[in-house]
């Protein structure tokens, strides 16, 4: 339980900011949405954050504890307004950033246009400084100090840098030479922001920790001030809480240890949701899940094993590599806001182009003319103009024209069938995005439950569904706001890695105990920066490893506490872990470790936020009927539409049905059937499971 005061959780997307309130009990007291405010998101914040207190009738001084799920570094790196770069490298090794990988998105375009080098600073700021390291860790050459200082002078007085990465071959063995440069510079260029790569990824693949270690240089400087900004804008608001942030790997941290690695929230407001389907599936009986968030702006697909999320260090960026931890999830330009157009071919394509919350969708009636998914669900009679999330009042008659003038007449068509033909192709991407998520992992989707939440995921997805070949739907109580009910719900999570190389046979148990020891040591003292004691944290350890000869790895827990026993069964883990994700296993083979990680965490505050309900015999309110539009050759029929909060636990009905709630509207499609569980969640089951 939370016992001091109230608990907020915040999520700023690009189309709507979410915020929850929790009672110390764990109660929900407020669940809403307000129009995010781009460029300036904690104008948006503050006035959802206002808002919701409002609602539950409190004050902004019994806020205790505040969780913020940002896009801030995402956005950075998005529109290329991070801060003024420069890089330090080994000499010899300056023209890292702009050769890259070599790699081609598509292979066989005989058309396509070279890969553009990393955005984050031209070659004129990558310079080189004589040192090198070998493999192992020792001195090949010294760290030539006064070429460096020389460099340095270079990048901040000719090139006008604000912050400098320093990246040297070999770091992460021996990471003395970075160490001594950060010295050097924080001598003779105060206030100066420096990252070593040594510390953001002590991994080996130099491009890789160059393009990571390079992302946190390039929003560090932004993410601070946003921060700063932001504590100070809610401090003057009366909210005194100390202020965390969401992770990519779907924990959070407190500022002062974020500020140090700002890169952790890069597709971090992508795990918020993941953290809370999960928790929420779990306590509903479903730990094998699909999660659909589907917003405004994209779509978001992860996959939830036993009730933990899978996570990766092999993500990426754009087409760039982002080798830190972080749930993984496939994301596409799907959402609410996603543009439907006829291109030059005659075909109809939806996405990944959106009119974002400024201007939106047509039927905003805030200056957008391109039709989007939105335009077509009213047209379709899915949504209720006069109660649409955020206070917005829709405009039927601005989406008819836009969809008429850029879909129906070039393609010869009714307006109602242009739109059920934005609806069918906006759920074949997503259908496309699921399957890649559970299919191309070894999962079949056919064994899991489908969790659609966001805006616009409960009115999509029995479609989904049906093109999976999935059974059954889960969709919570307050779908359009799960994010920020994520956030409530995160642990507190701090992590540290090391690069280990050995073969299984061969690896010493003492000196991986030593290493995870000292990596556990790095995170409880990041858990006291938090103000956290180690007795309220639970610890495990991880060992990223490979067959011989593999150029890419896998990650098998060690366990709390790192024993002989567990080395060995480390090797018959991955063997498992192989044949699960490729569908193989070569036991002859050797295996050997690459890296090691350790985490720490404490759970959030012991508070029952979905409580249990006795079903109940009694019945909603008569449902008020729209007419709707589910198939051309039907057109508009008149359907029931039932306000969800007052459908009791153990209510059943059948499809087609509407769901009106504040923050989100639900579609039970023909032929599924839906019923009212004792959490509030809507079980919705597809006809062939009742067969």
């Not at 900011?17 to 009990?25: L, N």
């Not at 956030?487 to 290493?515: F, G, K, Q, T």
């Not at 029929?637 to 636990?649: D, S």
Request: glycine share 10%.
């Amino acid at each position: 339980m939370n016992p001091q005061g109230l608990t907020v959780g915040i999520d700023v997307g690009g189309t709507f900011t979410d915020v929850f309130v929790q009672a110390p009990d764990g109660a929900l007291l407020a669940a809403c949405k307000a129009p995010s405010t781009p460029p300036d998101f904690a104008a948006g914040l503050l006035h959802g954050v206002a808002a919701a207190l409002l609602q539950a009738g409190r004050g902004a001084e019994e806020v205790t504890r505040l969780i913020h799920g940002t896009t801030v570094a995402t956005n950075c790196i998005l529109t290329r307004s991070g801060a003024r770069l420069g890089f330090l490298l080994t000499e010899g090794f300056r023209d890292i950033l702009p050769i890259g990988l070599g790699w081609r998105p598509r292979m066989y375009d005989l058309d396509m246009d070279p890969v553009e080098p990393l955005f984050l600073a031209p070659r004129r700021r990558c310079l080189g400084v004589p040192e090198r390291m070998s493999v192992r860790g020792q001195v090949v050459v010294p760290l030539d100090e006064t070429a460096l200082l020389a460099a340095a002078a270079r990048l901040v007085e000719d090139e006008g840098v604000e912050a400098i990465v320093v990246c040297y071959l070999h770091a992460y063995v021996n990471p003395a030479h970075e160490r001594r440069t950060r010295e050097l510079l924080e001598e003779h260029h105060p206030g100066l922001s420096v990252t070593l790569s040594s510390e953001v990824l002590p991994r080996p693949r130099e491009y890789r920790r160059l393009v990571v270690s390079g992302f946190d240089g390039y929003v560090k400087p932004i993410v601070n001030r946003y921060l700063e900004g932001l504590a100070t804008r809610l401090r003057e608001a009366g909210v005194q809480a100390p202020l965390h942030v969401m992770q990519s790997h779907g924990g959070v941290c407190g500022v002062k240890n974020l500020i140090e690695r700002p890169v952790g929230t890069v597709l971090s407001g992508l795990a918020a949701g993941v953290i809370g389907a999960a928790s929420l599936g779990a306590k509903a009986g479903f730990p094998d899940l699909i999660s659909l968030d589907m917003g405004g702006t994209s779509a978001d697909v992860a996959l939830i094993r036993n009730g933990r999320p899978l996570v990766t260090n092999e993500g990426s960026f754009e087409h760039y590599p982002l080798n830190i931890p972080m749930v993984e999830v496939r994301t596409i330009g799907a959402g609410g806001s996603s543009i439907a157009k006829v291109d030059a071919g005659g075909a109809l394509r939806v996405g990944p182009d959106s009119a974002g919350a400024d201007p939106g969708p047509a039927c905003y009636g805030q200056g957008g003319t391109q039709p989007t998914v939105t335009d077509a669900s009213l047209v379709l009679g899915y949504l209720n103009p006069e109660t649409f999330a955020g206070g917005i009042v829709l405009q039927p008659e601005r989406a008819r024209s836009a969809i008429d003038e850029a879909v129906a007449k070039p393609l010869g068509m009714s307006v109602e069938q242009a739109a059920l033909g934005i609806h069918a192709i906006v759920n074949a991407n997503m259908a496309g995005a699921l399957r890649l998520i559970s299919i191309k992992r070894g999962y079949d989707p056919r064994d899991f439950v489908l969790l659609p939440f966001g805006g616009a995921g409960p009115l999509n997805a029995g479609r989904v569904a049906e093109a999976c070949g999935i059974r059954r739907l889960l969709v919570p109580p307050a779908p359009g706001v799960l994010s920020a009910m994520g956030l409530v719900l995160a642990p507190l999570r701090h992590e540290a890695s090391a690069a280990y190389s050995a073969r299984a046979n061969d690896a010493n148990s003492a000196a991986l105990a030593s290493i995870c020891a000292d990596l556990d040591r790095q995170c409880l003292a990041r858990m006291a920066v938090d103000g956290v004691d180690a007795t309220e944290t639970t610890a495990e350890c991880f060992a990223e490893m490979r067959y011989v000869g593999q150029s890419h790895q896998l990650e098998v827990s060690l366990g709390e506490r790192l024993t002989s026993a567990a080395v060995q069964d480390a090797e018959a883990r991955f063997h498992a872990a192989h044949e699960q994700t490729y569908n193989h296993r070569n036991e002859a083979a050797a295996v050997e470790f690459v890296a090691l990680r350790a985490t720490r965490v404490r759970p959030p505050p012991d508070a029952e936020l979905i409580a249990e309900v006795a079903v109940s015999e009694a019945s909603p309110p008569a449902p008020q009927t729209r007419r709707l539009c589910l198939a051309a050759a039907e057109g508009f029929q008149e359907t029931p539409v039932y306000a969800r909060a007052a459908l009791p636990p153990g209510f059943r009905f059948s499809g087609p049905a509407i769901l009106e709630q504040p923050d989100s509207t639900t579609l039970v499609y023909p032929g599924h059937l839906a019923s009212v569980d004792p959490f509030g969640n809507l079980l919705i089951e597809l006809e062939q499971t009742r067969r």
